[in-house]
């Protein structure tokens, strides 16, 4: 069962959602797993996509992705979720890692065209 946070009400109570009001391990656990999945992950995935390119980067987190996609489907506890979100933050990760890396491509490819177009 999830318990209250002791303390007074007051006049405030009114504006805070009922997700705040219950002081619960597990709750904190499942918001915060896919933040610092995403955290720890973006190390390995720098790497991962320096050495081995864009496309496996993406591959590897899209199949990460939709592995935590499946479990959090047939999930039937707490903890299956909660892994679940770990593997979806590590997914999403790789992502970002390649999105940041064909930006960057995209804004060099961009300042080459206009340096050249500007030069005729």
Avoid: H, W
Wanted: aromatic share 10%; glycine share 8%; proline share 1%.
């Amino acid at each position: 069962k999830l318990k209250k946070k002791s303390g007074k009400k007051n006049s405030e109570d009114t504006n805070i959602s009922n997700y705040c009001k219950f002081d619960n391990q597990l709750l904190t656990t499942f918001t915060s797993s896919l933040y610092i999945s995403g955290l720890i992950a973006s190390f390995v995935a720098s790497f991962v996509t320096a050495l081995f390119g864009r496309k496996p980067s993406i591959l590897l987190g899209s199949t990460v992705f939709l592995a935590g996609s499946a479990l959090g489907g047939v999930m039937i506890n707490i903890y299956m979720l909660i892994f679940s979100r770990v593997l979806l933050g590590v997914g999403v990760e790789f992502a970002n890692q390649v999105k940041i890396k064909v930006v960057f491509v995209f804004q060099v490819l961009s300042a080459e065209k206009n340096k050249s177009s500007a030069e005729c």
